[in-house]
């Protein structure tokens, strides 16, 4: 649609997740319009997140050091272990400020249809944190879809043998919602999660 590099610059900021090509374009002439706009210093940056960030070594959430800030936190509480999907549920649940144990981030969730089976998550590694006997409770944060509801499934009756109580993320209405636009499954876990007034 453009000539040459403006198109390329488009093409190549549509591959990113949830830029569709619309938002591309709009990305590349903010870049090109805006005089202020430092193009050295984004390209710095990518380059130095690629060199510098790593996953943790306990964890699997993104950090600069072998371990991550909240691993390396010893004010958080080791006996609990939030499980996530991905390096971006821990920021998520991090801003809440209600969580003060650990994390252990999965690498994605169950997906046969993908071709991901527990074998490509960080199962393992879960199973190795767990076997000292300090953890005493598991939340299970997994997204609330047919992967992510997988994934639970699978790692409830993976740690059913062990001594350690399995729990779930809450789920039912959002707080300002309709019940006449809830779907029925999450209207059915608002029943199911119901507590005393």
């Not at 306990?58 to 010893?74: H, Y």
């Not at 499934?153 to 300002?176: F, H, Q």
């Amino acid at each position: 649609m453009y000539d040459g590099i403006v198109q390329e610059l488009i093409d190549e900021l549509g591959r990113l997740p949830g830029v569709g090509p619309k938002s591309a374009q709009r990305i590349a002439f903010h870049i090109l319009q805006t005089p202020t706009f430092d193009v050295s210093r984004l390209s710095t940056l990518l380059s130095e997140v690629r060199e510098r960030v790593k996953f943790c070594e306990r964890c699997g959430n993104v950090s600069e050091n072998d371990l991550c800030a909240i691993c390396s936190d010893v004010r958080r509480d080791p006996s609990l272990i939030c499980v996530v999907e991905d390096a971006k549920d821990v920021a998520a649940i991090e801003r809440t400020r209600e969580f003060r144990g650990l994390y252990h981030v999965l690498g994605g969730a169950i997906s046969p249809i993908a071709g991901v089976g527990p074998d490509d998550l960080r199962i393992r590694q879960l199973m190795t944190r767990l076997s000292d006997g300090t953890v005493q409770e598991i939340i299970l944060a997994t997204n609330p879809n047919l992967e992510g509801e997988a994934t639970a499934a699978y790692l409830t009756r993976l740690l059913a043998a062990m001594e350690i109580a399995v729990t779930r993320l809450a789920s039912g209405l959002p707080v300002g919602g309709d019940l006449e636009y809830a779907d029925e499954i999450t209207l059915g876990r608002a029943f199911e999660g119901r507590r005393s007034a």
